[in-house]
Structures are given as structure tokens and as C-alpha cells.
């Protein structure tokens, strides 16, 4: 396996990057994310977070209050408008045996990138294992970068200047009043987005449409938006996109959101325990209004 040390202008070796797959995906080693980060090391994370699309990290044995702060050196930190732990709102818990299964088929376990529900759905999100089943429970990332360019040029053409509608209401049924439904679609009304974004930091064409938040294709008929939806989600399918990561307790996932998507593999049935962050991104803009 090809093991590269990131170039970084101080020529220090700051931490070593190990490319996992030809389309995305990089192991991390020789950095200890509990200690606080210097800067060098910070923007050096940031460049391979933005070439690599998703960094792992492998025995990195957070507390809560690291994990934030290590999510906090990246920017503001959301809090889930549904699933955050009490006394850590800017933590996402996925407690397998809380969730019963209804979050993993109706949201994790169904390709997505992390909150378009929102106007300005999230930059990055930090994901770490505290409890691993014997066996299963990987997830699988993709390249939504890679799923545009490789697109026919007549598709690329059509949905270029087009935007979809994307709202939150997959969380309605863990909702456990009318009021808190309600608060829920009064805080994220339906959204309008690019069917492709222009990343904010590379400047490359996204597939910005998923199978968890996205409803339909604004301007075109219900049956045509469906079709359509259907083929850009399929386009995303393609294995040859796609990094699978084996979970163990302290492995990290760190993905910059405007780039990928990902499914949780639900092909376990023990405890399996996830925490995440997740950095506030910006209002995404397609290439016809650049
Ligand atoms: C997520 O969608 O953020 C969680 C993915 C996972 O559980 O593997």
C-alpha cells in the first residue's frame, strides 16, 4: 500500500496519508486527534479533507469534549433539529437499540449527504464508533463528484440550471407530538437547491440530490422529477465511487459533506453505538448562477 506524507509548507511530516481506493477515501495515521491541533496540522487536514473527500482515523479514543473540539477547529458546529444527546447538543447520537431500526431503513441506511434539509446544509461531519458490532455495520462513501463528471454530457446539460426541493419530514415519525412535528416544519420549510453545486473551496460540479432529503425536481411534472431523481440516484450507486469502512470503537469518519454521500450497511444485529458532529456549511449555488 502507498503510504504519502501530505506536503505542507513547513516540510514537517505532520501525519501520514494512505490513499484507499482510486475515487476517494485516505487513512490518516501518526496523529493524535485528542491533543489539541496546531495550526499547520489543521490546514493540512482541511487540503487532504478536500483532495481525499474522506479521512479515517484509526484508536482515536475521544471524550465528548475532545470530539467537539476537534469538530469545532473545523467551524461552527450544528445541533440536530431531532437527535442530539442532552447535555452534548452539538452531538448526534445513533444508538442502534434506541433507534429499533426505523432510523436505518428510512434514513442512514439509504444513500445521503448529512442534513440538505437545510438552507445551508453542512460542510463536514465528524463520525466516531464507541460500539461495534461483532461483525457488519461498515459504511460506504461515495464520490458525488465523480458521479457528475461522469454523467452523459445531454444529462450534465439538462439538470445543470434545474434545483429540487429537499425538506427533513423522513424525522416526522420520531416525533413523538403534534407540537413537536409541527416545530419541526416551521423551523425547515421545504428548501430549494441546485441539482448540482459548485463545491465552495475546489470549484468542481456536485451531484447535490439524495435519496433521504430530496423530493422532487422543481418545474417537471411528478412522474418525469421521479424518473430522473431515480437515474441521479443510481448514478451514485456506482462502485466505482465508492471507499467501505470497517468500524471499530475509536475509528473516525471524517467527510467533507459537499462531496460525498454515504450509506450505513445494515447488515447487523448487535449494539452499535456512533457519535457525530457536524460543521455548519453554507447555501449551496449551481452553475448557472455562478
Ligand atoms: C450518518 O449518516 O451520519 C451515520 C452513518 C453511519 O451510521 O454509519
Known sequence: MTVQTLEHETATALFDVTPLQPSLGALITGIDLAKPIDRHSY??????????????????????????????AFGDLEEHPVFSLPDYP?????????????????TDSNWHADTTFRAEPSAASILIQRVSPSLGGDTVFANAVAAYDTLDEETKARIDGLTAIHDPSIFIQF????????????????????????????????????????????????????????????????????????????????????????YAVPDYSEARHMERVTIVGDRPVGPTAA
Request: glycine residues 4%; proline residues 6%; hydrophobic residues 40%.
Open 90 to 106: 452539538q452531538i448526534l447520537p445513533l444508538i442502534s437499540e434506541e433507534l429499533k431500526g426505523k432510523y436505518r431503513q428510512s
Open 175 to 262: 416525533l413523538d407530538s403534534e407540537e413537536k412535528k409541527e416545530a419541526l416544519r416551521a423551523s425547515f420549510p421545504p428548501v430549494e437547491h441546485p441539482v448540482v453545486r459548485i463545491h465552495p473551496e475546489t470549484g468542481e460540479k456536485v451531484l447535490f440530490v439524495n435519496s433521504v432529503f430530496t423530493r422532487h425536481i422543481v418545474g417537471l411534472p411528478e412522474d418525469k422529477s421521479k424518473a430522473l431523481l431515480a437515474r441521479l440516484f443510481d448514478q451514485v450507486k456506482r462502485p466505482e465511487f465508492h471507499v467501505r469502512w470497517s468500524w471499530q470503537p475509536g475509528s473516525i469518519a471524517f467527510w467533507d459533506n459537499r462531496a460525498t454521500q454515504h
Open 43 to 72: 490546514d493540512a487536514l482541511r487540503a487532504a479533507l478536500l483532495k481525499y473527500r474522506v479521512l479515517f482515523f484509526r484508536d482515536q479514543n475521544l471524550t465528548r469534549e475532545q470530539h467537539i473540539a476537534f469538530g469545532a
